[in-house]
């Protein structure tokens, strides 16, 4: 039988998840002007554990004072609304544009031309969607429609929550429209059989990779290629493959200050170069080596990870994130194909 997680319970549970310190109360706060938090999606523990280590060195450096930051992680839809309900963020590093968009227009607490505030509209790494499946590959996934087959069990984060479950939904509905020659029609039904092979929703990322990873559910994980590359590293001797389906997305995380926020801490400066700082040669080769794909192509090009070449759709084949949105609102076309699972 099929199970799911209660995906309102995760949330909750990921939007208080934090790697390695507590978040402080606002008032509990010492020397304010040299403290971050923060707050970012389910994949980048590991990359954030590291680049703030290298910031706190480069800060130190510059200024010679020493920084603490604190970092929040979740489904990046969950952590928006986090934000939005008060969740005291100096900075957000999100999965998805749109998350920043809800924030910037439902708290005002982010000016509204943000995206432009920071090269690659504000966006320091991209990634992409692929597939990890177990040792030797025994259910034959190679391309997308392999996961719609009978008996293949997919686990992936929900749409509703989780920034990669969204950049994973347009992946697969740009391969179902690729394959049925933009026939809309043709395009969801193949999408309901996809969705009809979901054991497990989880709320974010991270918690889907345990699913999969940790607990033995399901064939395939469809998860984000920088969570794949991690699942490889943290369990070198279970043999699990990476596959690259033939069409994926651009994914591009964005990353951005809160104004308010930092105004209000005294931290504008220094959340504003611990975002610039991202775009840094050294901070590049970081990205790289926690299989984020750099948007420095110098730094791209010497990039030791394997990054597999696929054709990659950028979410302007939908009209941008304003009306790709409309795909997870209620009734729309994410929940039509899952609503039989």
């Known amino acids: 039988m099929k199970f799911r997680l209660n995906v309102a319970i995760a949330a909750a549970l990921a939007i208080l998840s934090l790697a390695g310190t507590m978040v402080l109360p606002q008032e509990a706060r010492a020397d304010q002007s040299d403290h971050l938090l923060n707050v970012s999606y389910d994949a980048t523990r590991e990359f954030y554990v590291a680049y703030n280590q290298l910031f ?3 800060w130190k450096k510059q200024t010679g004072r020493t920084v603490t930051i604190d ?7 969950a952590q928006a609304r986090a934000v939005i309900d ?8 999100l999965g998805l544009a749109s998350d920043v968009n809800a924030i910037a227009e439902k708290s005002k607490e982010i000016a509204p031309d943000w995206e432009k505030r920071l090269p690659h509209d504000s966006s320091p790494y991209t990634s992409t969607i692929v597939f990890v499946v177990r040792k030797g590959n025994p259910k034959n996934i190679r391309d997308w429609d392999d ?16 920034s990669a479950a969204r950049w994973g939904f347009l992946a697969a509905y740009a391969s179902a429209l690729d394959r049925a020659h933009n026939n809309e029609p043709a395009a969801e039904n193949w999408l309901k059989k996809l969705y009809h092979n979901v054991a497990v929703f989880d709320a974010g990322s991270r918690a889907a990779t345990n ?15 920088n969570e ?40 504008s400066a220094l959340a ?50 304003k009306s790709a949105q409309a795909y997870f609102a209620d009734h729309g076309l994410f929940d039509r194909v899952s609503e039989s699972n």
């Open 228 to 267: 794949a590359l991690f699942v490889q590293r943290a369990h070198p001797n279970d043999g699990y493959v990476i596959v690259t389906p033939s069409i994926s997305i651009l994914a591009q995380p964005p990353v951005a200050w809160v104004d308010a926020n930092v105004a209000k801490h005294g931290t």
């Open 147 to 162: 996961v719609t087959k009978p008996g293949v069990a997919i686990v992936t984060p929900n749409p509703k929550t989780s």
């Open 86 to 93: 008060g969740l005291d963020a100096d900075v957000v590093t």
């Open 56 to 58: 706190a060195e480069h």
């Open 211 to 225: 699913t999969f990873a940790d607990r033995g559910v399901g064939d395939v994980l469809i998860a984000w290629e």
């Open 272 to 321: 504003k170069e611990y975002l610039t700082y991202l775009y840094s040669p050294t901070a590049q080769r970081l990205v790289c080596e926690n299989g984020y794909r750099p948007v420095d192509a110098t730094v791209l090009a010497a990039c030791r990870t394997h990054f597999t070449h696929t054709e990659l759709i950028s979410v302007a084949r939908f009209g941008g994130w």
């Open 71 to 77: 970092q929040s992680h979740g489904g990046s839809g």
